[in-house]
């Protein structure tokens, strides 16, 4: 676990930059061992057992891997909604039909070919699994910075939606404390290929 203490700089920017050091230590073998792992450990909530619509994100480069976990949601018969970067920073959404149908989209990331269901798709999902690089005891979500889940998040709230908020990440990322800033919303649930953490904080 990477703690406060062992980050000089103890602002979201500075534990970015400590968390995406550490992935960027991490073999292709490392990557693919977690992401089964971490497959098999999400596929066993409740949450996406009982899930018709799960709105996802294909991993790229070092992330905690979801290809598998996508590809298992889509042959249990699940709607999986996958994220389009528009260019203000907010997400569309598309429809996973396997990898033949993912396109390289901007920043290097893998999005769905096919029609655009626009922003307030999300809001019919189920389940949403949310990308990140650490979940405080909280339930507090660190992200990249972009802003595209907090807009997620919102929207949800607007909307009166409230699908289940996992957050995939590695093990050693579930750390002492996340700053914390007024937007921030708490996740329900973390799963690593180590297990599952639950928040009761959580709304």
């Known amino acids: 676990m990477i703690r406060s203490a062992d980050v000089p700089d103890r602002s979201k920017a500075g534990l970015r930059r400590a968390l995406l050091a550490v992935r960027a230590g991490l073999t292709s073998d490392d990557v693919r061992e977690s992401e089964a792992a971490l497959g098999r450990r999400a596929l066993e909530l409740p ?4 899930a018709r619509t799960v709105a996802a994100y294909v991993s790229v480069g070092s992330e905690p891997g979801t290809r598998a976990l996508l590809d298992a949601l889509r042959a249990r018969g699940v709607r999986v909604l996958l994220p389009v ?27 769905p070919d096919g029609e655009r269901l626009g922003p307030e798709a999300v809001t019919a999902a189920d389940a949403v699994l949310l990308p990140g690089l650490a979940v405080d005891g909280r339930g507090l979500r660190l992200g990249r910075g972009g802003g595209s ?18 957050v995939l990440l590695y093990d050693d990322e579930v750390v002492a404390r996340v700053p914390e800033e007024p937007h921030d919303h708490p996740v329900h649930a973390v799963v690593t290929p180590g297990g599952v953490r639950r928040f009761a904080a959580a709304p």
Do not use: F, Q, S
Not at 47 to 50: D, N, Y
Not at 90 to 95: A, C, I, S, V
């Open 85 to 111: 970067l528009l260019p203000d920073n907010d997400l569309d959404w598309g429809t996973y039909r396997g990898p033949d149908h993912l396109v390289r989209a901007a920043k290097g990331l893998l999005e």
């Open 47 to 50: 949450e996406l057992a009982e």
């Open 149 to 166: 889940y907090d807009r997620v998040l919102a929207r949800l709230d607007r909307a009166g939606a409230d699908p289940a908020r996992i």
